[in-house]
Structures are given as structure tokens and as C-alpha cells.
């Protein structure tokens, strides 16, 4: 089953403004900053014509928090200079 044969029946400007909506929702994701880093993005997952319920998979607390720990590593590494924003999440 190919998920996006609904592609090739939409005109150009259909096309045009799938294009956009998608860039939109990747811009958004792209610039999550802050504690914003942290959260899965379902916002960006309904720009997909096909309608699930992500199962989602939560790791122990433990392992969770060390996975936490490793992707702020990560940052460091590869955004050594990125400004730090010390505000508190707020929920």
C-alpha cells in the first residue's frame, strides 16, 4: 500500500499548499528550543494524511532520564556556542 498515492490526485495548487503546510510543520519542529526540546511533536504527525494513534513506548524512569542526560550531551557536542535559556518548565 503506498501512503501517499493520494499525492497523485491533487491539482498543482493542492500540491502547493501540501508542500507549505509541511515546511510549516517542519520549521516549527526545527525551532524548538528551550525545554520545547524535550516533547514529542504529534502536532507535526497529524500533517499526515493518514490518521493512527502513535504508540508510544515510554522507557523506565532510569533509562529515560539517562536518555535525557545523553541527548543534552549530545547538543553540547554538536552546539557547543548555542546561547542557554536557564528558565524552569512551566508545564
Do not use: K, N, T
Not at 532510569?62 to 557536542?77: I, K, T
Amino acid at each position: 500500500m503506498d501512503l501517499d498515492d493520494d499525492l497523485d490526485r491533487l491539482s498543482r495548487d493542492e500540491l502547493v499548499a501540501e508542500v507549505r503546510a509541511l515546511r510549516g510543520g517542519i520549521r516549527a519542529h526545527r525551532d524548538s528550543s528551550g525545554h520545547d526540546l524535550c516533547w514529542h511533536h504529534p502536532q507535526l504527525w497529524g500533517l499526515l494524511p493518514e490518521r493512527v494513534e502513535p504508540e508510544v513506548a515510554v522507557p523506565p524512569w532510569p533509562r529515560f532520564m539517562r536518555g535525557c542526560v545523553r541527548y543534552r550531551e549530545s547538543l553540547q557536542e554538536q552546539l557547543p556556542d548555542a546561547p542557554v535559556d536557564d528558565r524552569e518548565y512551566g508545564g
